[in-house]
């Protein structure tokens, strides 16, 4: 269960863009560049929030030849 109210405000913006985009397997990845666009944020509030997230193990990092993807795991 994802108990958003453990989260940062940035980690949860993050979250919530990549829930909108349909970012929830593997086969939909999204770069961060995808995520901050959706989300209307900077570079720096991104990687923050999904450095959080991928700490709390609530998405995944898959590494590419160009750039990383992200999903949400949980």
């Known amino acids: 269960m994802i108990v ?16 909108s985009l349909g970012a929830i397997s593997e086969s939909k990845l999204k770069t961060a560049d ?3 666009k959706k989300a209307g944020v900077g570079k720096s509030v991104i990687n923050a929030g999904l450095l959080e997230l991928t700490n709390k ?7 590419r030849q160009k750039s990383a993807g992200y999903y949400i795991s949980q």
């Not at 958003?4 to 990549?18: C, G, H, P």
């Not at 193990?57 to 590494?63: G, I, N, Y």
Request: hydrophobic content about 50%; cysteine-free; glycine content about 0%.
């Open 57 to 63: 193990k609530m998405v995944k990092r898959v590494a």
């Open 4 to 19: 958003l109210e453990e989260l940062s405000a940035n980690a949860e913006k993050v979250y919530n863009a990549m829930k």
């Open 34 to 36: 995808d995520i901050m």
